[in-house]
C-alpha cells in the first residue's frame, strides 16, 4: 500500500450510487474488541464453505451472528434462524456490532435500521465472491450495511443488470459501505483476494454484512 503524506487528513465519503456510500474508517472506533467476539462467535458456529444450490463450493468461509443467519446449501439460499452445523441459534448479536452499524445507517442517511442478521465473510488469499445481488430479504426498503476489517479487497459495484459496467473500489480495514434505495439491488462482487499481512487480521479480509430479514 502506498503511504502518503496525506494519509493523516480524513478520507471523505465517497457515492458509489445513487443510495450506496463508502464511509472510510467509519468502524475504525470498534478497536480490538471486535476479533475477541469473532473469536466466541466462530467457536460455537464455526466458519464453513458453503455449497451454493449449483454444486459449487464457495471459496469465502462464513458464519453469521444475530438471530438469522445466512445459509447456501443445494436446496438454494436462506435465512436460518438455526445454524445446521450446531443444530442451535447463531451467537447473539454483539451491542457493538449492532452500535456502529445503525450509526453507519444513520450517517448514511437511513435512520431506524434494525438488523437481524449479520453474515460474516471470510477471505483467505485467493478467496473471491462473484458477482451477486442480495436479493433473500423480505424488505429492500432497509438498507445493507458492510464493514471490511483486514486485509484490503478490490470490491466490484455495478448496476441493477448483470452486464451494466462495474467500478471498482479498495475497501480498506474500517471502511464501511451502506446501500439502499435505488442501489438496494445493485449487482457486486469481490476480486480474488491478493495476499498480504494485516497487524490485527493477519492473512485475511474480514466483511461483516447487516441486514434486516424479517
Ligand atoms: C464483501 N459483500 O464485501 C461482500 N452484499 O465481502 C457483499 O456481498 C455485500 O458488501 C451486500 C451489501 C454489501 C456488501
Ligand atoms: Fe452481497
Redesign the pocket.
Known amino acids: 500500500m502506498q503511504e502518503s503524506f496525506f494519509d493523516f487528513l480524513p478520507k471523505p465519503t465517497v457515492i458509489l450510487a445513487e443510495g450506496a456510500v463508502l464511509l472510510p474508517g467509519f468502524a475504525l472506533g470498534l478497536g480490538a474488541d471486535i476479533l475477541s467476539f469473532l473469536n466466541s462467535i466462530q467457536a460455537a458456529s464455526p466458519f464453513r464453505h458453503m455449497i451454493t444450490p449449483g454444486g459449487h463450493r464457495m471459496s469465502?468461509a462464513m458464519t453469521n451472528c444475530g438471530k438469522f443467519g445466512w445459509v447456501s446449501d443445494k436446496t438454494g439460499y436462506r435465512y436460518d434462524p438455526v445454524d445446521p452445523l450446531s443444530n442451535r441459534s447463531w451467537p447473539e448479536m454483539p451491542a457493538s456490532f449492532l452500535k456502529i452499524a445503525t450509526e453507519a445507517a444513520v450517517a448514511a442517511g437511513y435512520s431506524g435500521f434494525q438488523p437481524d442478521a449479520c453474515l460474516i465473510?471470510r477471505?483467505l488469499p485467493g478467496s473471491k465472491?462473484s458477482l451477486?445481488q442480495?436479493r433473500n430479504e423480505a424488505d429492500f426498503t432497509q438498507p445493507?450495511?458492510?464493514v471490511?476489517l483486514g486485509l484490503p479487497?478490490s470490491?466490484l459495484f455495478g448496476g441493477l443488470k448483470r452486464k451494466d459496467a462495474v467500478k471498482k473500489y479498495t475497501?480498506e480495514h474500517g471502511d464501511v459501505?451502506v446501500?439502499g434505495g435505488p442501489s438496494r439491488l445493485c449487482y457486486?462482487?469481490?476480486n480474488t483476494l491478493k495476499t498480504g499481512e494485516h497487524p490485527a487480521f493477519g492473512k485475511q479480509?474480514i466483511?461483516l454484512?447487516f441486514?434486516k430479514v424479517v
Open positions: 469465502v465473510n477471505y465472491l451477486h442480495d445493507i450495511v458492510s471490511s479487497a470490491f475497501l459501505v446501500w457486486h462482487g469481490v479480509r466483511n454484512t441486514r
